[in-house]
């Protein structure tokens, strides 16, 4: 292909790319012929010189993000196509159109086909997200491909990749609007009301992956004494209240997340006396709790962002299961993630179920939940299943 740079991979090592995995290890390249930099569009053959696919060249031990597999040059119309497939795939799930949902993932990295890039919508404004220099460098033309798919549902374009492109990276990104400007910061999920804050707020400003657990959570609320570790904006509570929760008390070491908290449950329940929010360390907050709640959410930030921290992360959760376990009344409903991609959902079972054995309580799986439809994942990179949920039930 004339105008890229070629990275070609050693013999027999074309076999994950034949079955459209989007990675390219270092280990795998044999040679580049041309000029390349960090975020460069290059083209990929195998031993033999056929064609396998184009991607975004970085430095790390994944040294390639495959975006196509097609000999089709990434111009305007290619990134408009690849948008047009993800916003299609939201309209076919009834996602898109919702008169009570306006909030949810436009485009999740290689679930939709382009690795390193996550965008979300937030009642018309657009947070872009890039994970890769690749997609930071073609933020500019994939904002005109969004505008051109989602016309008027669009008013403003968000870029927050500042803290997100790899450390290493010899860029200096700045977070800000590529287009328009924000009207509101208020969205709605199902029926539900949100401040979402995606110039300083933590990921694109909101947990969209959530949602679907969200409303389970309120099946289970009523009459209960609810606990919400970790509540950063507060979602997990006030869908409690919403189920007839009798007290709900939200806990995150941010003060600014409290606020946040604080200011969500009064958008949707002004006045409620139910609730109250505490800023404290999640471990410190559970050394006493004895039998005050009998559900209790630990949704925590990701234990381990990589796989060299993967030990110590199993036993954060480990530690943090038991502690929950431990003390919750009988009869009780644990609601217990992990958003660590490393980890994986036989491991952060195995440390579930290590908790459990540590408190000495029986323990029973009612659900196993994962991420909403808006978060697809590739069949080809398993790797992108990167949400692992139990609902439990302890005697």
Not at 53 to 69: L, P, T
Not at 252 to 273: C, M, Y
Not at 357 to 364: D, E, F
Request: proline residues 3%; aromatic residues 12%.
């Amino acid at each position: 292909m004339q105008g890229f740079s070629k990275v070609i991979l050693k013999k027999g090592k074309d076999e994950s790319l034949l079955r459209f995995h989007p990675w390219i290890f270092s280990g795998a390249i044999q040679k580049i012929k041309g000029p390349v930099e960090e975020g460069d569009v290059v083209a990929v053959y195998n031993h033999e010189r056929r064609f396998l696919g184009f991607g975004h060249y970085q430095i790390g031990s994944i040294m390639v993000r495959v975006f196509s597999f097609e000999e089709e040059v990434p111009d305007l119309a290619f990134w408009t196509e690849k948008i047009a497939s993800a916003w299609k795939l939201r309209q076919d799930i009834g996602l898109a159109e919702r008169q009570d949902t306006n909030v949810f993932r436009l485009i999740h990295g290689e679930g939709d086909g382009m690795p390193g890039l996550i965008v979300d919508y937030y009642n018309g404004t657009v947070v872009y997200q890039a994970h890769s220099v690749g997609m930071w460098l073609n933020r500019s033309l994939i904002a005109e491909a969004i505008r051109n798919v989602l016309g008027e549902r669009v008013s403003t374009i968000y870029d927050k990749s500042a803290k997100t492109l790899p450390f290493k990276a010899d860029v200096e990104p700045e977070d800000g609007y590529l287009w328009g400007e924000s009207t509101t910061h208020e969205v709605m999920e199902y029926g539900n009301k949100f401040e979402v804050d995606w110039e300083t707020g933590q990921k694109t400003g909101f947990f969209v992956d959530q949602r679907e657990n969200r409303k389970l959570l309120a099946d289970y609320a009523k009459d209960r004494d609810v606990l919400n570790m970790f509540c950063y904006s507060g979602g997990f509570s006030f869908y409690a209240m919403n189920g007839g929760a009798r007290m709900v008390h939200s806990v995150d070491a941010s003060a600014k997340a409290i606020e946040l908290t604080n200011r969500n449950v009064e958008l949707n329940f002004p006045g409620d006396q139910r609730h109250e929010a505490f800023t404290a360390d999640a471990f410190d907050f559970m050394r006493e709790i004895k039998d005050k709640y009998d559900l209790i959410v630990l949704d925590p930030p990701a234990f381990a962002k990589h796989q060299r921290v993967v030990r110590q992360a199993l036993q954060g959760y480990k530690k943090l299961n038991a502690r929950a376990f431990s003390q919750i009344r009988p009869g009780g409903i644990v609601f217990t993630f992990s958003c660590s991609q490393a980890v994986s959902k036989d491991q952060f079972r195995q440390a579930v179920f290590s908790g459990a054995a540590i408190a000495q309580r029986k323990v029973r799986i009612l659900h196993q939940l994962t991420q909403p439809a808006d978060h697809p994942i590739d069949i080809y990179h398993p790797e992108g299943e990167y949400l692992k949920g139990l609902v439990l039930y302890v005697e």
